[in-house]
């Protein structure tokens, strides 16, 4: 089973700077999918940033983007030039997707970002 | 765009009542899966579904039960519902092999009193 380990509960950072929020997961597979995903406080579920394990490339999205480490199992998310809304809980998450077919996604316990003014 | 839609977003039961979740999944979408989310939790796989098919099934209490019918909308019923079960329940959708990730609906609020 695969497991995910977010071991910042809770990070702030002033509006305009970059926070790096951490990441680390235990699996045997070799082709998976990691996420992050955003909560903020309307409790919608938003994907930030996706990536594809096989990729050694680093995925980016405008100001966020990730540090993946393969061998390392870590995966931290970048948020560059914090906004007020990016105030929420960020939540990484692990998928071993099926053939043809979407898989249950497997969440870490969540850090909850405030951007301070 | 179309999104998953949830209804109700709130409901409100007693102990040992029966409730029922509704979800639509974006057109197109092959499978649905269902989440719960405790407070102050991350989201726990509950069940999915592939093609109206079960696909997968997690920590879902036998006292839950789900089915996707023809029209591609799930259902979630919840018999004999206890306070423990009070939490957001969340659905969503994705195709193919979901490697762009799920959408996910709003969520419907239940609370049992």
């Known amino acids: 089973a695969q497991t995910v380990t977010q071991s910042q509960p809770e990070m702030s950072v002033q509006e305009a700077e970059t926070v790096t929020l951490s990441c680390t997961y235990d699996t045997s597979e070799s082709n998976y999918y990691l996420f992050w995903y955003k909560q903020p406080p309307s409790r919608q579920m938003i994907l930030v940033i996706r990536q594809e394990a096989y990729k050694q490339q680093n995925a980016t999205e405008n100001r966020f983007s990730v540090n993946f480490q393969k061998a390392a199992k870590s995966f931290s998310l970048k948020i560059s030039d914090s906004q007020l809304g990016d105030t929420a809980m960020y939540f990484c998450a692990f998928m071993k997707p099926k053939e043809t077919s979407g898989s249950r996604l497997t969440f870490g316990e969540g850090t909850q970002l405030t951007v301070n003014p | 765009a179309a999104g998953v839609i949830q209804s109700p977003r709130h409901l409100i039961k007693e102990k040992r009542e029966t409730a029922t979740l509704k979800c639509y999944p974006i057109?197109?979408?092959?499978?649905v899966y269902w989440y719960q989310q405790g407070p102050g939790q991350d989201p726990q796989f509950l069940i999915s579904?592939?093609?109206?098919?079960?696909?997968d099934k997690g920590s879902i209490p036998d006292r839950f039960s789900a089915q996707q019918f023809s029209d591609y909308h799930s259902e979630l019923n919840m018999s004999s519902l206890e306070l423990g079960d009070s939490a957001l329940y969340f659905c969503?959708?994705?195709?193919?092999?979901?490697?762009?990730?799920?959408?996910f609906g709003s969520g419907t609020r239940l609370t049992v009193v």
């Open positions: 969503a959708s994705s195709f193919g092999d979901a490697n762009y990730g799920y959408t």
């Open positions: 579904f592939y093609e109206k098919m079960q696909s």
């Open positions: 057109p197109r979408h092959d499978t």
